[in-house]
């Protein structure tokens, strides 16, 4: 007996320890330099995820973390730092000054500077820290890890593209940063056709003095993506690859059906008036028991998402390349059965040497995206909305004979409706009797839906000649463009999900379009060294 006591005892212990660790604490403090100064701007990044935040002014920091993980501070012209929480709810950390970080080279607008030579703001990502981050746009991957951009899901949808702010609002009209990739001028919604891989860096521009070679255009910032090139020496051949599942990370506790009967008795007691019969409108609450758990049933615990890329890179003295092709594959975590996300890419990139003094080359990259499913986030009646508004007492499917057999499945004849929607055993879709207007049953919802799709085909590319008539002395032309087709098709059909929310006629819709854009950038250059200056 008593063996047994202090085996339940030991795994309790072990089940408190577990609770202890996956809670979040919140944890302060101040990040200085060598010299006691504070530093402000310092990116906070809780590992391996997007988790994070910046110092302020004065080098304070807040952040919410797991007891046991662990933060890691990084910032321009410092040495990166990994600490371990441990429980702890004040870390103060000193950053070390890294002199070989600042010879680092960053791109600018117009080319290439070392860091200790850069006076504009500028902050950007490498491919070494990319390459972990299971993100499906790339825009995904500066969340937490630049100062001074914040991003923000449109929607819950997969492939979804995100809200990007550089320094804050600037302006009443589109604060959208300008996305300039390999030197094209790309929209922020077009730019899914990128794989993650092919990215060497991303450089965000956010004053003036960094930008002002786009003009007007970059008021709210610019982000410069740079693709990978060919290398000479043996053909390499790469492959990155990811499997996995996600849920949401906690559903909203709504009251069950007893709890809800309850509740409405409670309700029609406060407003009775004293007059006329009493009667509630629930006789016996406990009789519903759990009820229907919306939420539950529009939910997927165990969305699959999967990504695959392999890349080919080479060359020669005078030639090298980079080619790479990726898959990507994600399931919705609402209503899985119509949110479906698929993406291939492909990219060859080039350069060639043709004699001392020209040198040419090339990028060229293509997607092709399809989306199923509906904004389940964006309005009102949505699977969302409705999951959490409609009452647990109708059931999502209705069974009972005398349910069916009176308002609001018959018609004005007595006969069951021919416009309910029915699920694959032949049962129409429960209706609430106590919500109504937008608030359908997600279910029903759902199946209407199920037509509606999306794509796109993105083809992005530039190719460039580069003259040295002189040594040190570059004149380089550089021809850019972007040609994209999307579209999509909508059916609606004939479906009474309840009395305000109806379609007497099917409906369908298709739409394409076409953008196309070209750009032309033409710069001279003279980069000369003097005694190492």
């Keep these: 007996m008593k063996l047994t006591k202090s085996y339940v005892f030991c795994f309790l212990s072990l089940l408190f320890s577990i609770y202890l660790q996956a809670q979040n604490i919140e944890i302060n403090g101040t990040i200085q330099d060598e010299n006691g100064i504070p530093i402000p701007g310092v990116s906070i990044i809780l590992k391996n995820t997007n988790s994070g935040t910046s110092s302020d002014f004065d080098g304070n920091y807040s952040i919410d973390a797991p007891a046991d993980g662990t933060l890691v501070f990084s910032s321009i012209g410092y040495k990166t730092v990994e600490e371990a929480v441990n429980n702890r709810t004040i870390i103060n950390i000193t950053l070390q000054t890294d002199i070989e970080s600042l010879d680092e080279v960053v791109v600018v607008g117009y080319g290439t500077q070392k860091k200790s030579e850069v006076t504009g703001a500028i902050s950007g990502v490498k491919a070494s820290e990319l390459k972990d981050l299971p993100v499906t746009r790339i825009e995904q991957s500066l969340q937490g890890r630049t100062s001074g951009v914040t991003i923000a899901a449109n929607s819950g949808q997969p492939g979804s593209s995100s809200t990007i702010r550089v320094r804050g609002i600037t302006t009443l009209n589109n604060n959208e940063p300008l996305w300039v990739v390999d030197g094209v001028i790309v929209d922020a919604g077009g730019i899914g056709y990128l794989n993650q891989s092919d990215i060497l860096s991303i450089e965000v521009l956010k004053d003036a003095a960094s930008a002002a070679i786009y003009g007007s255009r970059a008021a709210t910032g610019v982000i410069l993506v740079t693709t990978k090139k060919g290398s000479t ?301």
């Design 233 to 533: 020496g043996k053909l390499s051949v790469d492959y990155t690859g990811y499997t996995g599942i996600s849920g949401p990370a906690r559903k909203l506790d709504l009251l069950n059906a007893t709890e809800y009967a309850t509740l409405m008795n409670e309700r029609y007691a406060n407003g009775y008036s004293g007059s006329g019969a009493f009667q509630l409108p629930f006789s016996n609450p406990d009789s519903y028991g759990e009820g229907t758990d919306w939420q539950d049933l529009i939910f997927d615990n165990s969305a699959l998402r999967q990504s695959h890329e392999v890349s080919i890179s080479g060359g020669s003295e005078n030639s090298t390349f980079f080619a790479s092709f990726g898959y990507l594959d994600q399931d919705g975590l609402v209503a899985s059965a119509i949110s479906h996300y698929t993406r291939k890419n492909f990219r060859l990139n080039s350069d060639h040497k043709i004699n001392k003094y020209v040198r040419v080359g090339q990028t060229f990259g293509y997607s092709n995206e399809k989306n199923r499913g509906i904004d389940t986030n964006n309005y009102y009646g949505g699977p969302l909305a409705s999951a959490i508004n409609l009452d647990p007492i109708t059931p999502a499917v209705e069974t009972d004979p005398t349910v069916l057999s009176a308002v609001p499945y018959i018609d004005d004849e007595g006969n069951l409706r021919s416009d309910l929607v029915l699920n694959s055993s032949g049962y129409p879709y429960g209706i609430s009797s106590y919500v109504g207007q937008e608030m359908t049953n997600p279910l029903a919802y759902i199946q209407t839906k199920l037509g509606n799709h999306s794509w796109s085909d993105n083809f992005v590319g530039n190719a460039y000649v580069e003259v040295e008539p002189i040594k040190d002395l570059k004149v380089r032309s550089t021809l850019g463009g972007k040609l994209a087709y999307w579209g999509g098709q909508y059916f609606n059909p004939v479906a009474f999900l309840n009395s305000s929310f109806l379609t007497s006629q099917n409906s369908l819709g298709r739409n394409t379009n076409k953008g196309f854009g070209w750009n032309i950038e033409n710069t001279i250059s003279y980069h000369k060294e003097i005694n190492n200056h």
